[in-house]
């Protein structure tokens, strides 16, 4: 602690790149300071890294959290959270010039996510977070005496306010408590959906509603009501503690929920596409849980497209273009929806989500009046209703449908649900009183192709700046006002419609997966595999090593992504090369 102090006072008023100096480590009273990664400038973005690391046995943990994996998760995710409280707590910010002086984590969301933020090992607990030194004057020199404040002072009272659990108040205990919880009744659930063959389970007393479009924390007004489940639905899971857990089960197949405007229905649509994730205590969508394949599917008008079969959905287009291998820099509403049903399909999602209003009509349906006016032999749209009974029993692809305007896919759904002011019910019946049975479907859906292989030259990371005429060898980099866009070499990847992703921190993570990916394809010469395969090969170095496998410049900055939103990220790279072989999916 004192070396640092030393040191630190020999940089004093020296230009602040003589921070550079600072790596390494420090050991204080209880605990380790290094500094893993030094910015040059003030307030530079992202600011510096440093690391703390406490020894296991001094934090005093209940071993019984540490023991498996979601207990390892939801303690790293506490962690991190209780830091940035400490921080609010402890911290001056900003108190340098160019707003430098402060610490910082990652963003965080309402998600229980794995990140490289918080690392265990048989030893000891590492927590990596940002920090941005302070600097002072005209000249932006090195102001020693605050860097000593932050470390001495804030950073100690920050560390004891975190990772020592004898010295948690009760309320910090309970709440600690509870995220492991949560982490390992959701394993439960989880395990007893598999067994069951349900896609989605909606606990009673769940609360749904956000407080804004942009704010993902729960609406805390009196007024929200909580869910229910309905009782034809209703399903109880036991615990391995003794209690059980009752709410909504969706079995696998075609649902639909439906209602009024503003009656919930795509509040409903929006927990169960989160419930691919765990979420903190309190936020009220904790044991809301969808299969982990979920994907949402929407159209994305101007999107790219590369050599992708959209020939089930859509036939030969005007002027003689093909479909079954079908490319596009713009892509329209109905020819991007397609793609997306596709390629998510191709990434190896079997659960597919729609939102009629983020749908394309005209992908959708083909009503009665239209087709007494276009004659069939000039609409090269099948529309997904004629093949949505198809698509689930030929490839076992489940689908749940919002649907406010068209009753079409109803009338081909095996459960069917009712938002009225936030109340769920089961109106399977009354649909099949007043449809009738599910009708069958004129043809089958045509096979999709797995033939799309991923040339070896793919990702390439570099960057050429044509005004400077300067060339950097890596750019990726996510983008602070657009938290889902990624620019990653000369590409930016507009992630906007990936509506799963959790955080910017993902963002990132998919940037270096990308560029693992490169590495790997350049040493696999001149094999071809499918973008499918080459996830799954990811996903696994990850899920066995962390997210240290994808060797980022700032270490403690990434959350790990799904691979359905890698591969939707690899999907929209304009400069993406793609061949096809003609291998089929049957």
């Not at 030393?6 to 600072?22: N, R, V, Y």
């Not at 943990?61 to 995710?77: M, S, T």
């Not at 506490?78 to 707590?89: N, Y």
């Not at 989605?200 to 805390?220: C, E, K």
Request: proline share 4%; glycine share 6%; charged share 25%.
């Amino acid at each position: 602690m004192y070396t640092l102090q030393a040191l630190l006072a020999s940089i004093a008023d020296q230009p602040f790149q003589g921070i550079q100096k600072l790596r390494g480590c420090y050991r204080f009273p209880c605990f380790e300071l290094s500094f893993i990664k030094m910015q040059g400038s003030p307030g530079a973005n992202p600011a510096s890294i440093a690391s703390v690391k406490i020894p296991l046995p001094d934090s005093r943990i209940p071993q019984e959290f540490l023991q498996a994996v979601p207990g390892r998760l939801a303690a790293a995710d506490f962690l991190i959270r209780r830091f940035r409280d400490g921080i609010a707590r402890f911290a001056q910010q900003n108190r340098g010039k160019d707003g430098s002086g402060s610490f910082n984590t990652i963003a965080l969301s309402q998600k229980m996510l794995l990140r490289d933020s918080v690392l265990f090992d048989d030893d000891a607990l590492y927590l990596r977070f940002m920090i941005s030194l302070s600097a002072k004057g005209q000249g932006r020199v090195f102001d020693a005496e605050q860097t000593w404040i932050m470390l001495s002072r804030e950073l100690v009272a920050i560390v004891d306010h975190c990772f020592f659990y004898q010295r948690y108040d009760q309320q910090a205990r309970v709440l600690f408590q509870q995220f492991v919880d949560v982490q390992q009744k959701r394993a439960e659930i989880i395990r007893f959906m598999q067994r069951h063959d349900l896609i989605v389970f909606v606990a009673n007393d769940a609360r749904l509603p956000r407080q804004s479009g942009i704010d993902d924390r729960p609406a805390m007004d009196a007024s929200v009501k909580r869910f229910q489940s309905p009782a034809s639905l209703q399903i109880t899971i036991p615990l391995s503690d003794g209690c059980s857990i009752t709410g909504m089960g969706i079995r696998q197949g075609i649902s639909c929920i439906t209602g009024g405007g503003y009656h919930g229905k795509s509040t409903l649509m929006q927990a169960i596409l989160a419930g691919v994730y765990a979420h903190v205590p309190g936020d009220g969508r904790e044991y809301v849980v969808t299969r982990e394949d979920a994907f949402f599917i929407r159209a994305e008008e101007g999107r790219s497209i590369r050599n992708v079969d959209i020939s089930p959905f859509i036939s030969d287009l005007p002027n003689g273009l093909k479909t079954d291998c079908f490319s596009s820099d713009n892509a329209s509403g109905s020819t991007s929806q397609a793609a997306n049903i596709v390629e998510a399909i191709e990434s190896g999602s079997r659960l597919l989500l729609f939102d009629e209003d983020t749908c394309a009509t005209n992908f959708l349906v083909r009503d009665e009046l239209i087709k007494k006016i276009v004659d069939a032999t000039q609409e090269p749209i099948k529309p997904l209703y004629s093949t949505v009974r198809s698509l689930w029993k030929k490839h076992r692809v489940s689908m749940i449908f919002v649907v406010g305007g068209l009753g079409y896919f109803l009338q081909k759904a095996d459960t069917c649900l009712l938002m009225a002011d936030y109340h769920c019910s089961d109106i399977t019946a009354k649909v099949r009183d007043r449809l009738g049975e599910i009708p069958g479907e004129d043809s089958l859906i045509a096979d999709f192709a797995v033939s799309r292989r991923l040339a070896v030259d793919n990702f390439d990371p570099a960057y050429t700046n044509q005004r400077l005429n300067k060339t950097l060898p890596k750019r990726i980099k996510d983008l602070r006002n657009a938290p889902r866009q990624l620019e990653y070499g000369m590409d930016l990847i507009n992630l906007d419609a990936v509506l799963q992703i959790a955080e910017a921190p993902q963002v990132l993570a998919i940037g270096y997966c990308l560029l693992a990916l490169r590495r790997r394809l350049q040493q696999s010469g001149s094999q071809a595999e499918s973008i499918c395969f080459w996830i799954n090969w990811l996903e696994s170095e990850m899920n066995q090593h962390g997210l240290a496998v994808l060797q980022p410049d700032y270490p403690g900055t990434l959350s790990m992504p799904r691979k359905y939103e890698l591969a939707a990220a690899i999907n929209r790279i304009r400069s993406l090369r793609i061949f096809q072989q003609s291998q089929k999916l049957r």
